[in-house]
């Protein structure tokens, strides 16, 4: 005789059997704490044509507060790698307001390979100019 029960016992079974299987370590995402990391002292570098030489101030920003000592253990590669940048730079061009944003947007897309070449992972969100000075 067979349990009233068991075929709905069975079909959930099956049902489960089919149904994929979330891993909560895939789905879980680290809780954004957003950190900010300032490169001190002031970048200042010399420029080619139009003004001659730039000092700006730059804040790092992470939605990884955690992974901030990461970030301060490699700011001197990170400040080589601006100033690299910088020093290629028209000073004409970065007068004005455009120049400014295809800087910073150069500056970051620099920062975050130079982290991901040396923690394989970018870390760096985001970067700002806190101070911008051409002469």
Same mark, same amino acid.
């Not at 000092?55 to 901030?68: F, G, K, S, Y």
């Given at each position: 005789?067979? *349990?009233?029960?068991?075929?709905? /016992? &069975? +079909? @959930?079974?099956?049902?489960?059997?089919?149904?994929?299987? =979330?891993?909560?370590?895939?789905?879980?995402?680290?809780?954004? $704490?957003?950190? %900010?990391? @300032?490169?001190?002292?002031?970048?200042?570098?010399?420029?080619?044509?139009?003004?001659? %030489?730039?000092?700006?101030? &730059?804040?790092?920003?992470?939605? *990884?507060?955690?992974? =901030?000592?990461?970030? !301060? /253990?490699?700011?001197? @590669? +990170?400040? *080589?790698?601006?100033?690299? /940048?910088?020093?290629?730079?028209?000073?004409?061009? /970065?007068?004005?307001?455009?120049?400014? !944003?295809?800087?910073?947007?150069?500056?970051?897309? @620099?920062?975050?390979?130079?982290?991901? !070449?040396?923690?394989? $992972?970018? +870390?760096?969100?985001?970067?700002?100019?806190?101070?911008? %000075?051409?002469?």
């Amino acid at each position: 005789m067979m *349990h009233r029960g068991l075929p709905a /016992l &069975i +079909l @959930a079974l099956v049902c489960a059997a089919f149904t994929p299987v =979330m891993n909560a370590a895939d789905d879980e995402q680290p809780p954004i $704490e957003i950190g %900010y990391y @300032a490169l001190k002292p002031s970048i200042v570098s010399n420029l080619s044509g139009g003004p001659k %030489y730039i000092r700006c101030d &730059i804040q790092l920003m992470t939605q *990884h507060a955690v992974e =901030m000592p990461k970030i !301060e /253990l490699h700011a001197p @590669a +990170l400040r *080589h790698q601006i100033l690299m /940048l910088i020093a290629g730079q028209d000073g004409r061009q /970065l007068l004005s307001r455009e120049g400014k !944003e295809n800087l910073r947007k150069a500056a970051l897309a @620099a920062v975050r390979d130079q982290l991901q !070449e040396m923690t394989g $992972e970018p +870390l760096v969100d985001d970067l700002y100019f806190t101070a911008y %000075y051409v002469k």
